[in-house]
């Protein structure tokens, strides 16, 4: 089956990326991205032009929401085959060879063919499990999105300070259980933290979610921005974070 010139392969679709009319392959036999990669997108500070790289970016959904805000470059880096292969097509699919590139590749030695300090923004979200942490499941898709079983958390954080620039920023997206350790990596690779952002499924909920952007060589600041409330208390979307999914309200600075 094919969408224009895009050929799917067995067991993906074509959903609604419900902005700017962007459209993207999923398949259930793959991890789908979720609300957190589009809460990254929306959160991270985007240079308007330059250089841009998305870290795990999968089939590569932050890649495609991010041309919605910069006219900048943006790379994806992906170390599956199959979901590198799809990020691609999701390219093609949107007409955005121009602007956005997708690599096979290992974050850990990406900066080996990119350079040290070629971007402006480096964006990822990562595994948030560690490789000893629960269960792992037997698709190896999902496990390598769920576990650290590629990178850990310090290899992320060193891969990010190697491609960003002197001055310019890191966004990530995490779980607020490692947030300690988040902060402590961040900083051993002289990644300031400087704004931040929990997400809360309900109000009367502890946050599930933390939205990260750091700042290379930068000096101690941090914003605490005020929470994020996804579901009211009927089950329905706040407004605030409909605002934010179909891109009416970008940076969610609060």
Request: glycine content about 8%; aromatic content about 4%.
């Amino acid at each position: 089956m094919s969408v224009g010139r895009v050929e799917l392969q067995p067991g993906e679709r074509v959903d609604d990326l419900l902005t700017q009319d962007l459209k993207i392959i999923q398949s259930d036999e793959v991890f789908s991205f979720s609300l957190d990669a589009v809460l990254l997108a929306r959160f991270c500070s985007v240079p308007t032009r330059g250089a841009v790289v998305d870290l795990c970016t999968g089939n590569g959904v932050i890649p495609l929401l991010l041309t919605t805000r910069t006219k900048a470059h943006i790379a994806g880096v992906e170390i599956q085959p199959r979901l590198a292969d799809m990020a691609r097509r999701n390219v093609e699919l949107n007409g955005l060879e121009a602007r956005v590139t997708i690599e096979l590749g290992d974050l850990k030695t990406y900066h080996e063919k990119a350079g040290h300090g070629s971007f402006d923004l480096v964006t990822v979200n990562p595994p948030y499990l560690s490789a000893t942490s629960g269960e792992i499941k037997g698709n190896p898709h999902i496990a390598a999105a769920r576990h650290e079983l590629y990178a850990t958390l310090t290899d992320v954080t060193r891969a990010c300070a190697r491609l960003t620039k002197s001055g310019g920023k890191v966004a990530m997206v995490h779980r607020p259980s490692r947030l300690a350790e988040i902060v402590t990596e961040l900083r051993a690779a002289k990644l300031e933290p400087k704004r931040m952002r929990f997400v809360h499924p309900r109000r009367e909920q502890e946050a599930n979610i933390v939205l990260i952007e750091a700042l290379k060589d930068g000096r101690p600041e941090l914003r605490l921005l005020p929470p994020l409330v996804v579901h009211e208390a009927d089950g329905s979307y706040t407004e605030e974070l409909l605002d934010i999914f179909y891109g009416r309200k970008d940076a969610l600075n609060g």
